[in-house]
């Protein structure tokens, strides 16, 4: 019916109006940030790269980062290992699947977490699943991982190394590795 139509069509153009003046709207009060408020966001940025700086000291660029993922894997067995972490966050068994057919895994992101604590400082305890780590380009493989955390110097690194155990195909072989960290283990040395 034309009467239905040109009642929808002025509803469609109402409709239309009201969503340009909201744009218009919010693209006048990006705009009006005055310097002030601009400063203010500025310094928020600085205060949580301080408090950073404070909690993690020489690892605080660990802090921030996206998890990227590598699998190793052989004819048994695939592990998805993660950046966030440095550490595998998955596992399945490819030789066998659930009652429902589906792949079975023996632990997922879900369900399972692999990390370990340290004290940086006497007052700062340090949980790797928090920082993110590096992947060494040349040590990575089909059959090796190799993640380090690097204190700002980059001379100074925690090393996370998986590797597929050569004799027992469902097996990986994880091996941790502290070079330089001196301050770190004369701390840890107090408290034992």
Avoid: C
């Avoid at 400082?121 to 920082?131: A, F, H, M, P, V």
């Amino acid at each position: 019916d034309a009467k239905q139509d040109s009642v929808a069509a002025a509803q469609l153009e109402e409709v239309k109006a009201k969503a340009e003046t909201e744009t218009a709207t919010i693209a006048k009060a990006e705009l009006a940030l005055s310097e002030e408020d601009k400063a203010l966001l500025a310094r928020a940025d600085s205060l949580k790269a301080a408090q950073s700086m404070l909690k993690f000291g020489e690892l605080m660029k660990s802090t921030t980062g996206e998890a990227q993922f590598h699998t190793i894997e052989n004819e048994a067995v695939k592990f998805t290992l993660s950046t966030k972490g440095g550490a595998p966050v998955e596992a399945e068994l490819k030789d066998y699947v659930t009652t429902d057919s589906l792949p079975l895994y023996l632990f997922d992101k879900e369900t399972s977490a692999f990390n370990f604590k340290f004290w940086l400082n006497k007052s700062t305890e340090i949980n790797t699943n928090d920082l993110y780590w590096e992947a060494v380009a040349d040590e990575m493989s089909e059959a090796r991982a190799v993640y380090r955390l690097y204190k700002l110097n980059r001379q100074e690194y925690i090393q996370m190394a998986y590797e597929l155990n050569k004799e027992e195909p469902h097996l990986i072989d994880a091996q941790v590795s502290v070079v330089g960290f001196d301050e770190m283990l004369r701390e840890m040395d107090d408290y034992l």
